[in-house]
């Protein structure tokens, strides 16, 4: 039997967070429930974060109460403090995820503090979490380069990826977030991180703005990782990374580990259907 490749979809959340136009709740809904069909295993569906930092995700409580939940489908939604934490346990959601960052720049523009302070500000969270027995994802990101402070020193990535994973985060998920890294900057990085994490707990989060996320991924798998974070359609980017483009598409990501001998489980029919529906999205923001 071949080899699994889990991908993490990610397109309603980082997906649609940078929109710029509110993309109707019952569309993110639509999103959603489409991809519910398709196979994945996880989807990101929603941000519980402050409405004033991110007012595209400002609906996550109704999109959450009007989904579809497939039986076989974990829907995580993002969780920056306790107060996003107590909004996604009352919605339901089957996981939550924590973000950070392996650059200061990117951590104070993002969620509004230092590197040292967030990770103070997930400790109640994850002991929450805990006590609830609700699985938390923990993503580092810039982990080759901020669009403010320049190139990540791979020492600081692993630093925070292991605080992450000591805290108890069950997997982390490394960011590309702006999609400057190079198989050669992130060879270089995933060999920090694996000296701390291994690799069945890591996930590659690659941004294509440079077209290298698949490259990326390649090298990625050659170091063993196994899940990967991507986008139907491409869709996405950051509102506090200026220059981030969209995840690297799931289709492609698909395709090329299909190719590779890996299995998804997703049905690439169902697949090719919702990546024309997360284009007719985009389209509301033109
Ligand atoms: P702050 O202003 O320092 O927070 O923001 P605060 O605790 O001082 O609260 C300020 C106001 O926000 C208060 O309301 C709080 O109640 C409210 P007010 O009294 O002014 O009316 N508030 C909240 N409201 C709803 N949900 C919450 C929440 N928390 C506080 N959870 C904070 C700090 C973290 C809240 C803010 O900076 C924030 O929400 N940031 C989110 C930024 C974000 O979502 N960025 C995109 C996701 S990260 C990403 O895309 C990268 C990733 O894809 C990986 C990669 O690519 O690298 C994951
Ligand atoms: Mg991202």
Redesign the pocket.
């Known amino acids: 039997m071949s080899e699994f490749v889990t991908i993490f979809e ?1 397109g309603p959340r ?1 997906g649609l ?1 940078n929109e710029k136009q509110f993309v109707p709740t019952e569309l993110k809904i639509q999103l959603v429930d489409r991809l519910s069909d398709c196979g994945f295993r996880k989807i990101e569906v929603t ?8 007012p595209q ?1 400002a609906d996550a409580q109704d999109v959450m109460d009007g989904i579809y939940r497939h039986p076989a489908v974990v829907y995580s939604v ?4 306790v ?2 934490y107590t ?1 996604a346990r009352k919605a339901s959601a089957d996981e939550v ?1 924590i ?1 950070g960052s392996a650059s200061e720049g990117f951590s104070r523009k ?4 230092s590197v040292a302070e967030s990770i103070e500000r997930f400790k109640p969270l994850l002991e929450k979490a805990q006590h609830d027995d609700m699985p938390v994802r923990g ?5 080759t380069d901020c669009p403010y402070d320049g190139p990540t020193p791979p020492e600081k990535v692993a630093d925070v990826a292991r605080q992450l994973f000591e805290l108890g985060c069950y997997e982390i ?1 490394l ?3 702006i999609g400057a890294g190079t198989p050669e900057t992130i060879g270089k990085m995933l060999d920090a991180v694996l000296e701390h994490v291994p690799a069945s707990r890591l996930a590659g ?1 690659f ?1 294509d703005t440079k077209a290298r996320a698949l490259e990326n991924i390649e090298v990625s798998l050659a170091k063993g990782l196994r899940i990967f974070d991507a986008a139907v359609g491409g869709l996405g980017g ?4 200026p220059g ?1 483009k969209g995840n690297v598409a799931t289709e492609s990501v698909v395709a090329l580990v299909e190719r590779m001998g890996f299995e998804t489980g997703i049905k690439s029919d169902r697949l090719a259907e919702v990546v024309e529906f997360a284009r007719g999205l985009r389209r509301t923001d033109a």
Do not use: E, R
Request: overall charge neutral; proline content about 7%.
């Open positions: 990610m980082d967070q941000s519980f974060v402050s409405p004033k930092w991110v995700m993002l969780t920056p403090n107060k996003g909004a995820a973000f993002n969620i509004n503090c993503y580092v990101s810039c982990v998920s960011g590309d977030t989060h941004h950051c509102p506090y990374a981030a």
